[in-house]
């Protein structure tokens, strides 16, 4: 654990993974007048991600007041952020672990192979996402599925399932924590009651939307 100064400044740190409603939260977020962290410079924090050097994560969380998304969504990184900011707010997204798992598959499918079959580990380091052989190797550092099978169904669920239950027991009744399910009607306005905001919507408005 690093040593650094705990910020008291009220935070919003988006933990669930992708393909959870991430996409809806964020819009929501923005909408409400948070200012959100850059994706594309936080996605730039996996070579630190990787080495469990979180100094320079802790500092980028202090460029704005919501963050989702890459490193957040990744395994540990809600206990360090909990570490440094004990009093923000943390908001879990889940959905039903089949539906999320197909959903990935489709969605990486169509943007780093050919829409119809599931990637392979040559598809990811051919990808041109971000820089080459980012998509390969955050796949690595976040799910560990064999090279050969890196869409491995079991393998892939257990690790979703071990994230959503592990930060489940950690915030177990504490106030600073809100789990939905954005496909639920309810959800919008559980997050605007968490959040002291007054509700835009009668439920979430989805975007990234993925067929499953």
Request: proline share 5%.
């Amino acid at each position: 654990m690093v040593n650094l100064l705990k910020s008291n400044k009220e935070k919003v740190f988006c933990i669930g993974r992708n393909k959870t409603g991430t996409t809806s939260l964020e819009v929501v977020l923005k909408e409400f007048g948070y200012k959100l962290g850059k994706q594309h410079k936080a996605e730039r924090l996996l070579k630190y991600y990787k080495l469990g050097h979180w100094k320079p994560i802790v500092k980028f969380c202090k460029t704005a007041e919501a963050f989702q998304d890459a490193p957040f969504s990744w395994p540990y990184t809600w206990l360090i952020l909990h570490e440094h900011f004990p009093e923000a707010k943390f908001i879990l997204t889940t959905r039903d672990e089949e539906k999320w798992y197909y959903s990935l598959v489709n969605f990486h499918s169509r943007l780093f192979a050919d829409g119809i079959r599931v990637p392979t580990k040559e598809d990811l380091q051919r990808a041109k996402y971000n820089y080459p052989g980012f998509i390969l190797e955050s796949n690595r550092a976040v799910h560990k599925t064999p090279l050969d099978d890196i869409y491995n169904k079991e393998e892939m669920i257990k690790n979703y399932r071990t994230h959503n239950n592990s930060v489940l027991h950690f915030f177990k009744n504490r106030s600073n924590f809100l789990h939905i399910d954005v496909s639920e009607k309810d959800s919008y306005q559980q997050l605007a009651d968490f959040l002291n905001k007054p509700p835009l919507h009668q439920s979430f408005p989805h975007y990234n939307k993925t067929a499953s």
